[in-house]
């Protein structure tokens, strides 16, 4: 896993972004969703152009823009949301006059709109906004007087999701990454809902301070829930079997910061065991069985630092614009290093305060019964599987 590029400033504000952070972009109220890392040349791509990214820096997490043309093209506009007060005679009288309206004479023959695709391009060219064109497309309709205000609504909605496209700027948190991935590529993280991580963490007890140990095949998004819930207090161990660490990508997403991100280990079952004797050997025989995967492909979450792909089935929900190396952006210390000997030896000592399992493709209740020394007394410990039965015809230990 390449290292995380986060602020330099420990005092910064993680309400505002900053160059090198992780951000979602919600493209006109969920039609595409992107995760992306805002750098100065880093872009999106909207349509058939390319936007820059960078007039996102230094905005506040759930800022709106929109889709404009500038001296060099399209760009991206912030837009300053206006509070207007409640007018009820003005929404009386609307509602009157649509009552009096309806579209049963209406006849869609594409002859209602007088305004052809060249005045379009010839106003774009003369530096029209989006708005602009959507003002002159209503100005030039037929029918458009004549549709109720739900139809005029539903028109000017269409029309601005071609012409003045919208991006929302939103924070990468457990809740948002979860829904995100699993509207998207649910199975990336084994149709893992929203709700589900919140009751795994939930059942496990993480707290402050608590040493939480994770076996996590679903990309890191479960490791990046403990840490975000502990917020920078205690340790998550993410445990793997053999050689090769499980992926977790998804955790670069979260924009941790320092401490955080030292406080997220990874350690193998064989490193942990050393004060258990047979342990190691029982867990073996699970990790050779020929039906289960040590180092799962599917579950692996691409982040690769390259530009947003313009194919039209290119995975947009995992899409990362270019990082390039900058003055005022420092690499942090990579999340998921090797646990140390201390801790090592203090979690073998007294054991760990609870144990999250999400690894449906492993042999589960067997990996329990191996891993349950490795736990306090009387530690919670919760399990995610994709099928009850699973669970329910091995229900005991």
Not at 334 to 344: N, V
Not at 367 to 391: G, M, R
Request: proline residues 4%.
């Amino acid at each position: 896993m390449s290292e995380n590029v986060i602020q330099s400033d420990p005092t910064q504000n993680p309400r505002v972004t900053w160059e090198g952070c992780s951000v979602l972009l919600d493209v006109n109220d969920g039609d595409r969703l992107v995760f992306a890392r805002l750098t100065a040349g880093s872009t999106l791509k909207i349509g058939k152009k390319n936007c820059s990214l960078r007039p996102l820096i230094g905005c506040p997490f759930g800022s709106l823009f929109q889709v404009e043309n500038g001296a060099e093209g399209l760009c991206l506009s912030r837009v300053i949301r206006s509070m207007d007060g409640n007018n009820l005679q003005e929404e009386g009288d609307s509602k009157i006059l649509d009552e009096s309206r309806d579209n049963r004479a209406l006849v869609d023959n594409n002859q209602a709109q007088s305004l052809t695709g060249d005045d379009i391009e010839e106003m774009r060219r003369q530096g029209a906004k989006g708005n602009e064109i959507i003002e002159a497309l209503i100005a030039n309709s037929a029918t458009f007087e004549k549709k109720t205000q739900f139809s005029q609504e539903k028109y000017k909605l269409k029309k601005q999701k071609k012409y003045a496209p919208k991006v929302l700027l939103r924070r990468p948190v457990t809740r948002s990454i979860c829904e995100t991935y699993f509207k998207k590529h649910p199975a990336k993280i084994r149709f893992l809902r929203v709700d589900t991580l919140s009751l795994l963490l939930s059942l496990a007890n993480v707290a402050a301070n608590a040493d939480i140990l994770v076996v996590d095949k679903v990309g890191g998004l479960v490791t990046g829930a403990v840490a975000e819930r502990l917020g920078g207090t205690g340790n998550v161990c993410n445990m793997y079997l053999g050689n090769a660490p499980y992926s977790m990508e998804i955790v670069r997403i979260f924009n941790f910061s320092n401490e955080i991100c030292k406080r997220i280990v990874r350690a193998s079952f064989n490193d942990l065991c050393l004060a258990q004797p047979g342990t190691c050997e029982q867990i073996g025989e699970i990790e050779d069985a020929p039906n289960l995967q040590s180092n799962d492909q599917t579950s692996s979450i691409s982040m690769e630092e390259t530009p947003i792909s313009s194919e039209p089935d290119a995975a947009d929900l995992v899409a990362e614009t270019a990082v390039h190396s900058v003055s005022n952006a420092t690499k942090a210390p990579k999340a998921g290093e090797r646990a140390s000997d201390e801790s090592l030896k203090l979690w073998k000592e007294n054991g760990f305060s609870s144990l999250i399992i999400a690894a449906p493709d492993m042999d589960v209740w067997g990996l329990v019964k191996d891993v349950l020394p490795l736990l306090s007394n009387s530690a919670p410990f919760a399990i995610y599987h994709q099928d009850l039965q699973v669970c329910a015809s091995n229900s005991r230990i």
